[in-house]
């Protein structure tokens, strides 16, 4: 016989949840900071596990379809992404403490935006476009914060290149969806989701040869997932106007400004 929990979950007040799951995670993420690097092996899977169930307990309700993928690649994300890149970090209470509270403040944020995502308010409605928002800003943090890992790695520039096409198509797939929030998999979307993964796949190829720091590589990369999801987020919501495009290409002019300057030659 079939169990559901939904009913169960459902007696406990939304907002009262993402509080349980916040905490539950934040505490999780604490415990995983006394522990070296050598133990991600372990946390990895945990984190993307305990992330997944948090935000099923915080969500819960109306969850269908490639819902039980768009809705939880966030807050999985977020989770991972925070996780790996603390050991960047000199290990003191001093770096400890605020990070924490900044990924406290992030998932919570992430909860909000997949319950408003799985409502599925009107795109015209604020509530939506702030959401969008966010989940836009936060995913230009985890680029950053994976090519930043990526690039500490010193893999060779084929591995590093496939990691950075399968987080750039990943995390770009999931953006053009945040557009309509479909319950299913649009060809479009998919292929602009792959088209920005290729081009970020070629600029970590080119610049790999590039004497640059990894911080600013990974800000580069950053910049152009922002900016080239920022055109095709456009495109696709028919809003592709000089005015608006004008935000998106003076960033990326801006941040190749900034790499030039730091080139060590």
């Given amino acids: ?15 009262t949840r993402f509080i349980m799951s916040t905490v539950f995670l934040t505490a999780l993420l604490l415990i ?13 899977p945990i984190f993307i596990i305990a992330a997944y ?3 099923y307990f915080a969500v819960a309700e109306g969850i269908e379809k490639n819902e039980w993928v768009t809705l939880f690649f966030m807050p999985v994300m977020v989770t991972v992404s925070f996780y ?16 924490i509270m900044f990924y406290a403040i992030s998932i919570y944020a992430m909860f909000l935006v997949s319950n408003i995502f799985n409502v599925g308010v009107e795109k015209s409605l604020q509530l939506y476009r702030a959401a ?10 985890v680029v950053f914060l994976f090519s930043n890992l990526i690039l500490s790695l010193k893999l060779n520039f084929i ?15 999931h953006l053009f969806w945040s557009i309509k929030l479909e319950p299913f998999w649009d060809k479009q979307v998919i292929s602009f989701g792959l088209l920005v993964g290729l081009i970020m796949w070629q600029i970590g190829l080119i610049t790999s040869f590039i004497p640059l720091q990894s911080s600013v590589m990974a800000l580069l990369l950053s910049a152009i ?14 809003r592709l106007f000089k005015e608006t495009v004008r935000e998106y290409v003076f960033v990326l002019i801006f941040v190749i400004i900034i790499v030039i300057f730091t080139i060590s030659w």
């Avoid at 950075?164 to 770009?172: D, K, N, Q, W």
């Avoid at 997932?225 to 028919?238: A, E, M, N, R, T």
């Fill in 84 to 99: 790996l890149f603390y050991f960047l970090f000199p290990v003191r209470w001093l770096t400890r403490i605020p990070f």
């Fill in 32 to 44: 995983s900071t006394f522990f070296f690097f050598d133990k991600a092996w372990l946390f990895i």
């Fill in 53 to 55: 169930c948090a935000t």
């Fill in 132 to 141: 969008f928002s966010v989940n836009y800003f936060y995913q230009s943090l």
């Fill in 225 to 238: 997932f922002y900016s080239i999801g920022g055109l095709i987020y456009l495109h696709l919501d028919s």
């Fill in 159 to 173: 591995t590093s290149g496939l990691l950075f096409f399968i987080l750039g198509s990943s995390v770009a797939t």
């Fill in 1 to 15: 016989m079939k169990i559901s929990i939904s009913p169960f979950i459902n007696r406990i007040e939304k907002r």
